[in-house]
């Protein structure tokens, strides 16, 4: 889609009163619960903050070491069957996209407005219940603007409304630094993510093992070869917005000859580049989202408002995030080389950035092309209420497996 094609909001007749700068001394404005807020004004005050803080804070830290030893207790099957090994790990991952799902729905209910282009036509339908059902291909490479930390929980959650269900198929690019978080970082390196540096001579031996392995054909029983699911999601921008990552790329742009982004920063192509190539021929396409939430001042950055406190505690998350989606075919990139690459994908990133501009001047994307009239309008929700309860089940059924075996040896015991 070519940004000429993007429409755009007509010149405003009446005068325009400049906004008071609410936010002037305050490091956090997101923690002031007077101020102008996105997501208005606060709904809880300190006291029920801090509860809510608890119970968040319990329920992710539980379900995380739950996770955490069910993928260690799993590790054993590699020795034995690493297909099975790797089928039982994308379990552990579906049981973490269905924590941070549920963490959602109940403590941070979010709205999500969805449109898209004529190339994922007939791939995004409405369920009679409400929930938006996607069919997007099991093999794919997910690209992202990338506004705050949180964008790849709201784009695991795309992974769950898939049909089928690729929740326990994601996989991400992290900084190398999250590998020393407590239980997190070890859970994440079993979940086989991509840990970078930031150096690619140090990240590209990384890449190509961890490619290698996402692209490697397995033969099932019968003979047939097939490759196992994959969603690998990329942030070209490397890091989240904001005014300092602005600020480094409009530098980045003048010196380098380039047009500036007004909405995001230009993106990286060597990493994505290397991706691609790595994986042309098991993968068809690349799917591109545009992320935008609702409410944030031109100019503003959506770490500024949407932190995990006012969010999940304050009870201020997003009013609605908003989802554009587009399809690129590898065939039609320019993979052979990295120059023209580079040229392509700025090119996307300035139509991304055009989409971008027509939401904070309209509120919304442009209406769906996809064969779906308007936009699509859901929340981040579970299928069955009871859906939580997978987190814990298989640690339990084996809980419950061992006593019953320490129970028949004391009984054998006590025979003999």
């Not at 994922?120 to 930390?149: K, W």
Request: charged share 20%; proline share 6%; hydrophobic share 40%.
């Amino acid at each position: 889609m070519a940004t000429g094609e993007l429409r755009h909001r007509p010149p405003a007749t009446k005068q325009v009163v400049p906004e008071p700068n609410l936010t002037a001394g305050i490091a956090n404005p997101a923690l002031d619960p007077n101020i102008a807020h996105p997501g208005g004004r606060a709904k809880y005050g300190r006291f029920r903050a801090r509860l809510r803080a608890l119970s968040v804070s319990m329920y992710f830290a539980c379900s995380c070491v739950v996770i955490h030893l069910t993928q260690i207790i799993g590790i054993p099957i590699y020795l034995v069957d690493h297909d099975f090994y790797y089928s039982y790990i994308s379990l552990t991952k579906a049981s973490f996209g269905l924590l941070i799902t549920t963490m959602t729905q109940w403590w941070a209910p979010t709205l999500i407005r969805i449109s898209g282009d004529a190339s994922v036509a007939g791939q995004l339908s409405l369920t009679p219940d409400g929930r938006v059902e996607c069919a997007f291909p099991e093999r794919m490479v997910m690209i992202a603007n990338h506004q705050i930390y949180t964008d790849w929980l709201y784009l695991w959650w795309v992974g769950y409304t898939n049909s089928p269900q690729m929740h326990g198929h994601i996989y991400i690019i992290l900084k190398e630094s999250l590998k020393r978080i407590p239980v997190l970082g070890p859970a994440c390196m079993l979940y086989g993510f991509i840990f970078m540096s930031r150096k690619m001579a140090v990240d590209q031996p990384r890449l190509a093992h961890r490619l290698g392995k996402l692209k490697t054909r397995h033969t099932d029983p019968s003979g047939k070869q097939f490759l196992n699911p994959m969603w690998l999601l990329l942030f070209p921008e490397g890091t989240n917005l904001s005014g300092n990552g602005r600020n480094k790329s409009a530098k980045w742009a003048e010196k380098s000859g380039l047009k500036d982004m007004q909405h995001q920063m230009l993106p990286r192509s060597a990493g994505m580049f290397f991706c691609l190539n790595e994986l042309k021929g098991t993968v068809g396409y690349v799917y591109d989202c545009t992320v935008a939430y609702e409410g944030i001042p031109r100019g503003k950055y959506g770490e500024q408002y949407f932190t995990l406190s006012s969010t999940y505690f304050q009870g201020r998350p997003p009013k609605s995030v908003n989802f554009y989606w587009r399809r690129f075919a590898l065939d039609d990139m320019p993979l052979d080389s990295q120059m023209e690459f580079d040229k392509w994908l700025r090119e996307r990133w300035y139509e991304k950035d055009a989409l971008l501009e027509q939401y904070v001047s309209t509120g919304r994307f442009p209406a769906n092309g996809a064969g779906i009239k308007g936009h699509i309008e859901t929340e981040v929700r579970t299928r069955y209420w009871w859906e939580f309860g997978k987190i814990f089940i298989m640690l339990g059924s084996f809980g419950m497996l061992l006593n019953l075996m320490l129970k028949m040896a004391r009984y054998f015991v006590r025979g003999v």
